[in-house]
């Protein structure tokens, strides 16, 4: 496996601006998953899909975020007029199509919203 | 609602010396599944293990053994002779069959600090 790949790494904006990260996941599998963490506490679901599909979607996720996934491979998770509150680790992880399966994670987008 | 509860901020310990990680989880669901993740300062979660609620065998996997009892909603996992590459945070997870499987609750993770 070569892994779930996350760019950028680190991303600072300042309150307002757009926002879009990427998430390459695993090649063979169908689901990708998205989580938000802040300093001190665990990974927070925001949402995920399978294949194109986004199933389900966390109360996190307010109107000014949106993820993708257009051809099922890639995925992008967008978030509109930042807010200093939006500032965290952006985790992506993937996994094969059956349910509960243990999750590939990758290194996260770091985001600082000043 | 589910939960996980990590009561162990942080944990320091000497090279060799054994850890016991507790976790404690709540739902409503009859099956269900529990997972250990681990975060070194890399950032990047790592698979430790995958349990589900019908499974209460104990696990060993060379230093890391986990304890599962339903009787308790305990998930526990020790690290024996601990040693410094074991520094990271630890996260205990549930996921319910009633709701989605990809959608795992975490707890805030317990920071290991193995020191030599």
């Known amino acids: 496996d070569t892994g779930v790949s996350q760019d950028p790494r680190h991303k600072i904006t300042k309150r307002g601006q757009n926002v879009t990260f990427r998430c390459d996941p695993i090649s063979e599998h169908n689901r990708l998953y998205w989580y938000r963490q802040t300093l001190g506490q665990g990974p927070e679901f925001l949402t995920y899909?399978?294949?194109?599909?986004?199933?389900?979607k966390s109360r996190l996720l307010s109107d000014r975020f949106s993820a993708e996934r257009p051809k099922g491979s890639f995925s992008t998770l967008e978030i509109q007029r930042t807010e200093q509150g939006d500032s965290a680790m952006y985790l992506c992880?993937?996994?094969?199509?059956?349910?509960?399966?243990?999750?590939?994670f990758g290194s996260g987008t770091q985001l600082s919203v000043l | 609602a589910q939960k996980v509860t990590q009561a162990q901020t942080e944990i320091s310990v000497v090279e060799k010396e054994d850890v016991t990680l507790d976790c404690v989880y709540e739902t409503r669901d009859t099956t269900y599944y529990l997972f250990w993740y681990k975060q070194p300062p890399s950032g990047e979660l790592v698979f430790l293990i995958r349990?589900?609620?019908?499974?209460?065998q104990n696990e060993i996997s060379g230093r890391y053994s986990w304890n599962f009892q339903k009787s308790t909603s305990s998930f526990n996992f020790t690290i024996t002779a601990s040693q410094v590459v074991d520094s990271a945070v630890y996260f205990c997870a549930l996921s319910g069959d009633g709701g989605s499987q990809g959608n795992l609750i975490f707890g805030k993770g317990t920071k290991l600090s193995v020191k030599p």
């Open positions: 349990r589900n609620s019908f499974d209460e």
């Open positions: 992880a993937s996994s094969r199509q059956r349910g509960n399966e243990k999750l590939f």
């Open positions: 899909f399978q294949n194109e599909a986004q199933l389900e």
